[in-house]
């Protein structure tokens, strides 16, 4: 039987959670001495946890694990601008395994890689030249929630190509492994001015499908789907309660089911009417319904961010989801029934599932 | 030699760094380099892009706030604090 292990970023450190069925789960943590943590991932090839965190006091750094959480180690080894370029490395947001390269995706907006495993990093990219970065890169310009990279989409066929979403201007893709770019925001909504034909949209959240040409995307504004790789994109916000939230996951086996969680926009930015649901697709956006089977659905006032919904990759899909508030769902059965896997834990930045052989 | 008191959130983060060390440096940031030969990546934990000292960190030299330029006296002792609330800086 496979062991499934999830790694779960919070506030105050990482905790993993293991499990042999996926109904009964084993909690550990908090690891990585309560550092706010944005992401933390699981590389099947080396066996380690990599965590990208950012301590107040103490800066940005990955932190790792060679034994599956016994014991961390972090380094910031060249994750830094220099002393002269005029920009610093102010958080760690999101990281992403690309062949054989770690890829950290920071505030300012940068992409640093480590090619020994997290013990060392060097620049990979700005995105500088792209259309209007002169203006949005600009620390001057940065919107409440800060500038950074924000996710990245990888190729499992091809480590050099990868997606790169800059926060509040839009996704980017390379197919050199970083050297250049090409914005793919094309047919994308805004419901503001465009200063520049290519960028200035806002997308939350990129997932690949089971089918590599197939995206999805959460955007600020509606959820769309391309079915060029990235390419070009079509709104299938209808039917949905909400154009807007943060999370969004594609099936590993069906290019036409994909999850999100709309929520209300403005500052509040919950789960509508306090009825925690995650809503399905069979039919690539044509139509969309809503998981509530073991979900709270009465004053459930419920947070999901961007990071913070994973789908494991078994027959029969598992899907989990944390919250800000410190709870943790999971679906055995690719979201038709739910249940409470955790709760009390410290406010959920990012969830990842891996499974162990 | 200056008496170096540092952060309990630093310890934890470096194998066997003691709470209270001493170190022989002329500046503030010159102990810093000095820690980071016998700790690596201790620098960095205390040091932003400048060179900076990191934004919630307070150092003070013999009672006064200080900074990196700080010179160190042959028998400073040199506080760093991580902060709990922003303070002021003048």
């Known amino acids: ?357 | 030699v200056t008496e170096v008191r540092l952060p309990a959130t630093l310890t934890p983060l470096f194998v066997a760094l003691p709470r209270r060390l001493e170190v022989d440096a002329t500046t503030v940031l010159d102990a810093f380099e000095r820690l980071e030969a016998r700790w690596p990546g201790l620098r960095d934990r205390l040091v932003e892009e400048g060179p900076a000292l990191r934004r919630h960190l307070h150092v003070y030299v013999d009672g006064q706030r200080a900074d990196l330029a700080t010179p160190l006296g042959p028998d400073s002792r040199l506080d760093v604090v991580a902060a709990i609330s922003g303070g002021c800086q003048n």
């Open chain 1, 1 to 357: 039987m496979p062991k499934t292990l999830l790694t779960i970023a919070t506030r105050k450190g990482v905790f993993l959670l293991d499990s042999d069925d996926r109904r009964a789960w084993t909690l550990r943590g908090p690891f990585c001495e309560g550092w706010p943590v944005y992401h933390a991932i699981f590389d099947p090839r080396s066996g380690s946890i990599y965590a990208a965190a950012a301590s107040e006091w103490h800066g940005s750094a990955v932190w790792r694990s060679r034994d599956l959480g016994s014991t961390w180690e972090l380094s910031s080894e060249g994750l830094s601008y220099g002393d002269d370029a005029g920009r610093k490395v102010s958080k760690v947001s999101t990281l992403a395994l690309a062949g054989d390269r770690l890829l950290a995706g920071v505030e300012a907006p940068g992409i640093f890689e480590s090619r020994d495993g997290g013990e060392t990093w060097s620049l990979l990219s700005t995105l500088s030249g792209q259309p209007g970065s002169e203006v949005w890169d600009d620390p001057g310009h940065q919107p409440p929630g800060h500038l950074g990279i924000s996710g990245f989409v990888c190729d499992p066929a091809d480590s050099e190509r990868f997606f790169a979403v800059v926060q509040g201007v839009g996704a980017f893709e390379t197919e050199d492994g970083g050297s250049t770019w090409m914005p793919r925001n094309r047919g994308l909504r805004r419901d503001w001015p465009a200063e520049w034909e290519e960028v200035g949209f806002c997308v939350h959240k990129l997932v690949r499908s089971a089918d590599p040409r197939r995206l999805y995307q959460q955007n600020h504004v509606g959820v769309h789907r391309s079915d060029d790789g990235g390419r070009s994109w079509t709104e299938i916000t209808e039917g949905l309660p909400s154009e807007f939230g943060f999370a969004a996951a594609a099936h590993p086996h069906d290019r036409d089911t994909a999850y999100v969680i709309p929520l209300d926009p403005g500052h509040g930015r919950l789960m509508p009417d306090g009825r925690a649901t995650v809503w399905r697709t069979r039919d690539g956006g044509s139509s969309w319904e809503p998981l509530r089977r073991g979900l709270p659905q009465e004053a459930a006032h419920l947070g999901v961010l961007r990071q913070a919904m994973a789908i494991d990759d078994e027959d029969v899909p598992g899907v989990y989801v944390g919250t800000s508030t410190g709870q943790l769902f999971a679906s055995a059965d690719e979201g038709d029934t739910w249940s409470e896997i955790a709760r009390y834990l410290p406010s959920i930045s990012a969830v990842e599932v891996a499974v162990l052989a």
